[in-house]
């Protein structure tokens, strides 16, 4: 039941963003500032913990979810180290899918073959 409620609760997020894609004149780039915004903004108010309980990674691999750790490891390190971890927090606490996405970003780019695009 796991895996079908990450299906889901994950599949809707997309479906979602992709509706707002289609009807909307807005940037993907904005698009997905706002997501990780919202998720931050939903994780400071204890929203989205719930969300995270119930569909697991279906709730943290998108957008939102970056958010989310981002948020997360802000309050811990704030808890821990004051204010100072108000700085500090959000990169630790996505410190895992920045090195990931550093990771095969580079290693793509090594295996692919550049083509023009003319």
């Known amino acids: ?7 889901w609760v994950g599949g809707l997020i997309c479906a ?3 509706i707002v894609i289609d009807k909307t004149k807005l940037t993907p780039a904005r698009i997905l500032v706002t997501l990780v915004v919202l998720g931050v903004i939903l994780q400071g108010f204890g929203l989205y913990q719930p969300v995270v309980d119930y569909a697991g990674a279906g709730a943290t691999v998108p957008l939102l979810g970056f958010g989310y750790s981002l948020a997360k490891g802000v309050a811990k390190a704030v808890a821990e180290q004051g204010l ?3 700085f500090t927090g ?8 920045i090195a990931a996405a550093i990771v095969f970003g580079c290693l793509f780019a090594l295996l692919s073959k550049p083509k023009s695009k003319s």
Do not use: H
């Not at 039941?1 to 299906?7: K, P, T, V």
């Not at 959000?90 to 899918?97: D, E, K, N, S, W």
């Open 1 to 7: 039941m796991d895996y079908f409620n990450a299906f």
């Open 16 to 18: 979602i963003c992709q």
């Open 84 to 86: 100072l971890g108000a």
């Open 90 to 97: 959000g990169v630790t606490g996505a410190a895992g899918g």
